[in-house]
């Protein structure tokens, strides 16, 4: 089954800007879930003015569809950060913020509450045999990276860097000593530059072959990746660094949908082309760097 309807078991506040909600149900034995630690999942919430959820299909594309006539459910993407198919239960946690549909219904679940998960994705492919990790994350990045962190085996030293709001915002994760985590207060997440990439360039990389990961906002993102290509000199294998959210995503949206439309050719036949991956995915960050993007 592509798609499950998960009820809410219950709500807790994790810290002051992060709520977990617990789903719960038989319908979790259906999910289909990766077994890898930075899995996420499309979900759907109920329309907040009627409490309208219809189902979705999967086309043959694999992608959600929804009869003729139905509104389509408002949908994000987020991080499971724990299953236990056992017991039917899948926690999610969201960012407590004002505004945004998602954080909202989060923070005022209850018991009998019902959403929809798509089945789940990753990005997290370590090299077999490393020796070594960097983990850095945002508020957004956290769950996942916890998650990460938590199921690193004690041969792998792990470094985890995470960026919160403020320290109040901390988690204490159940982690080994091969895991040192470090926080960051009071930058990024909205409210400043990321300082993510400036405490990654201070660092002695371990010897040996390692993995860098990395999830938050899209220019903060795209700064890491630009270190790790052009000055660490590391390929895909390597490194993953995903795009979780784009602050001043409106201004974003007003120039992508005032690129010429031969750009938007170049970067279809871009995607399009036999290179390497890397190299696309170098020049694609180039193209909208070049146009504000």
Known sequence: MSFVKARVAH???????????????KEIEEFKDSGVADEFVRVFFPDPMTGDLPMPEEDDAGRAVFPEGIKEPHAEYYSIRRIDKAACEIDIDFVVHDGGLASEWAQKAQPGDCIVLG????????????????????????????????????????IAIVE?????????????????????????????????????????????????????EMQASRAIRRHIRNELKLTGRNFSVVRYWLDNKEVWRSRWDALDPAVREEIDALWASDRDPDDIADTWHNILETHGL
């Open 164 to 216: 919160v709001a403020e320290a109040a915002h901390r988690q204490e994760l159940p982690v080994g000593e091969h895991v040192e985590m470090r926080w960051l207060y009071g930058s990024g997440n909205g409210i400043g530059p990321s300082n993510l990439l400036s405490n990654l360039r201070a660092l002695q990389l371990p010897q040996g072959e390692g993995y860098i990961w990395m999830a938050g």
């Open 11 to 25: 709500r807790r506040s994790v810290t002051s800007g992060m709520v977990r909600v617990t789903l719960a149900g």
């Open 119 to 158: 089945k789940a994705r990753f990005c997290y492919e370590p090299p077999e045999g490393m020796a070594w990790q960097v983990l850095l994350a945002d508020a957004t990045g956290l769950p996942a990276l916890s998650r990460i962190a938590e199921e690193t085996p004690a041969h792998i030293k792990t």
